[in-house]
């Protein structure tokens, strides 16, 4: 019985200002260099300890394969044409490579809107009713970037 993959979505949330230098590097070395930027990993150890270190400035969680497609298809770039200008088959080709072989066949970082209704609160965690940290509900959050 294989094991199903999980893919981990990270949003920035929070811009620079009086932010530790580990932090930034961190940050960097993700892809997310300014707010509203996503990313989009599978899930390992060092994927989780990144995540630890960065928590108070982005939002993160698991998405389906479903909602990957429709981020690839919507937001997705190859080179400088968009994948919606490419077609579906290659959107499918694309996000099987990834998924199978952990190629990356597409930009890395997803440049979105922010969420419609906005964020609740950016300096709270997510459990107290703000967007930081870990979430249940992160493909909700994408849709609404999209």
């Given at each position: ?20 230098p580990?932090?930034?590097h ?11 930027h ?22 993160f ?14 937001r997705?770039?190859?080179g400088?044409k ?21 190629e990356?066949?597409?930009e ?18 997510y ?20």
């Amino acid at each position: 019985m294989a094991e199903e993959l999980k893919l981990i979505a990270v949003a920035r949330v929070r811009g620079v200002r009086n932010m530790k230098p580990k932090i930034r590097h961190t940050l960097h070395l993700m892809g997310l260099n300014k707010p509203n930027h996503l990313v989009v990993f599978k899930d390992s150890p060092s994927i989780r300890g990144m995540l630890n270190i960065v928590k108070d400035y982005v939002t993160f969680g698991f998405i389906d394969e479903d909602t990957l497609k429709a981020l690839v298809k919507k937001r997705g770039y190859r080179g400088r044409k968009r994948f919606s200008e490419l077609g579906d088959k290659s959107v499918d080709e694309a996000v099987k490579a990834f998924l199978e072989k952990g190629e990356r066949l597409f930009e890395r970082v997803f440049r979105l809107h922010p969420p419609r209704k906005g964020w609740k609160d950016v300096k709270k965690s997510y459990r107290a009713g703000g967007a930081l940290g870990e979430r249940p509900d992160m493909v909700d959050v994408v849709r609404r970037m999209m």
